[in-house]
């Protein structure tokens, strides 16, 4: 096969190129079908499954991808400016406490992109100036580097004068990920757009980035305060439907189906997850019984910003998954003793290192997961390595929450009755008629609260929620953003 020099092709190019890119385009489609050609004979019945639905999503995402979201260009103005003015008092809060605190004449200089500093001036100020104990990581070459990446930063927040710093820093790489989000190309019809990748993961889950176009970016990883910017177009209102603590039913319901143990699952039936493992993990607290009044002691300040009911929740998923305490204090802020504290009530009560033994023997047997909805997935890492165990256990749980929304989403959009705008991991949103919401809420609810048939004749249903407004954010401030379905008082769009 004759190989194409391509090096010299670009937009720029002579018009004595086109037939060699003809030729490129050419071989790019030639030499994938005979790839295909190759695998098909190799699916079996699971893969088979799994390749006809990522198969049958292509007309819901090539949809998606194309239609966008509307932008609200002055509320995405006024973000912007009140990021770099908080990126700036940040900036200038940052240098003061390097300077009087400190005591050392140095000036973090963030640009109006990017508040990050430069790697170099971030050793030079720990390392050099501030006499911390240097790290160091290998390349891929072997070579050792000085490093201020977010490990060494969790180190080097262990010191005393770099704790105020390494916070600082925190805060300016997050507003750097917002002031570089605001900043993505619009199109010209005013929307933005991103690219869903059906097989972007190993999970099922879909996969975002900016638009066949270049323009737009991620938008499955958008925070609430940034949501405000994407409006529904005129005559339309938003519907965001999101899965109900899916990861931690499907641990339930894997539980059952191994086992025929019905505590997890049971618990997360119940109506309040959360509040229950509080009961369980904190039983020094004065529980009444009642829901309701247990669920008000669960909101209880527990640590710093952390209530029982929200430690419980990130904590119990994070153990879930066989969570280390460590790490799970590096992530949480938590402290390790508080967390393994919280592990000893827990576990007991769940057994699930009964599920992470079985996990590990499927490992080290085959290598191969298979979800209850029929999703394979082999693993290649070594087998008696923690981190391919904490992936397998994992898989089940996310991809059976993936493999779910997508399809509600699917039978959403087959039925063409409304506009499907998104698909963030557990959740979708999509426009609707606003005079249709009364018959096109509960419709959809229906189709995305997927019922499976676990062993034992047992029923699971992982339940949805529904929220409406002509915003994407969920701001109780914000008269345009989404509510919860149905909504008490009627509202009218006061924006856009």
């Not at 048939?453 to 047992?458: C, D, F, N, S, V």
Request: net charge neutral; hydrophobic share 35%; glycine share 8%.
């Amino acid at each position: 096969m004759r190989i194409i020099q391509t090096q010299d092709l670009s937009a720029d190019a002579p018009l004595d190129y086109s037939d060699q890119l003809y030729v490129y385009n050419g071989l790019d489609c030639c030499i994938t079908y005979e790839i295909l050609e190759k695998l098909l004979p190799q699916l079996r019945h699971e893969t088979q499954a799994t390749y006809d639905f990522s198969r049958s999503l292509q007309g819901v995402i090539l949809e998606m991808n194309t239609r966008g979201l509307r932008i609200d260009e002055d509320r995405r103005q006024s973000l912007l400016r009140q990021y770099r003015i908080e990126t700036m008092q940040l900036a200038d809060q940052l240098n003061r406490i390097i300077r009087e605190g400190v005591g050392f004449e140095f000036e973090i200089t963030p640009n109006r992109k990017n508040p990050w500093p430069s790697d170099q001036q971030l050793c030079k100020l720990f390392y050099d100036y501030m006499g911390i104990p240097a790290i160091f990581k290998l390349t891929d070459e072997g070579e050792r580097r000085l490093t201020v990446d977010r490990k060494a930063l969790e180190k080097l927040e262990g010191y005393f004068y770099a704790e105020p710093i390494v916070r600082h820093l925190y805060v300016l790489r997050e507003h750097g990920k917002k002031l570089s989000f605001l900043s993505s190309a619009i199109d010209g019809d005013g929307r933005l757009r991103t690219n869903f990748n059906i097989a972007g993961t190993t999970t099922g889950r879909l996969a975002s980035s900016f638009s066949d176009f270049g323009t737009g970016t991620n938008l499955q990883n958008v925070e609430n305060r940034l949501r405000a910017i994407f409006i529904a177009d005129p005559g339309y209102k938003f519907c965001n439907i999101d899965l109900e603590q899916s990861d931690a039913r499907v641990c339930g319901a894997i539980h059952w189906n191994l086992f025929r143990d019905d505590r997890y699952l049971n618990l997360c039936e119940s109506g309040d997850l959360h509040t229950g493992v509080s009961r369980i993990a904190f039983r020094e607290l004065p529980w009444t019984g009642s829901q309701s009044s247990d669920r008000i002691i669960a909101n209880g300040r527990f640590y710093r910003e952390f209530s029982f009911r929200d430690a419980s929740k990130r904590l119990g998923h994070g153990t879930n998954y066989q969570g280390e305490p460590p790490k799970m204090s590096r992530e949480t802020h938590i402290p390790i003793g508080d967390i393994i504290r919280f592990q000893q009530a827990y576990l007991p009560q769940f057994g699930f290192e009964r599920w992470w033994e079985w996990v590990g023997d499927q490992i080290r047997s085959s290598g191969i997961i298979t979800t209850m909805l029929g999703r394979r997935r082999k693993f290649f890492g070594h087998p008696k390595d923690p981190d391919t165990i904490r992936a397998a256990i994992a898989y089940e749980p996310q991809s059976v929450t993936a493999d779910t929304i997508n399809r509600g989403m699917l039978s959403v959009w087959q039925a063409n009755r409304v506009q499907l705008l998104l698909q963030v991991h557990d959740s979708i949103l999509f426009q609707f008629r606003e005079d249709e919401e009364n018959d096109i809420v509960p419709w959809a609810l229906d189709l995305v609260q997927q019922r499976i048939a676990l062993k034992g004749g047992r029923e699971f249903t992982i339940p949805a929620e529904a929220k409406c407004g002509w915003n994407w954010s969920d701001d109780k401030d914000d008269p345009d953003a989404l509510r919860k379905w149905p909504e008490t008082v009627r509202r009218v769009r006061a924006r856009g």
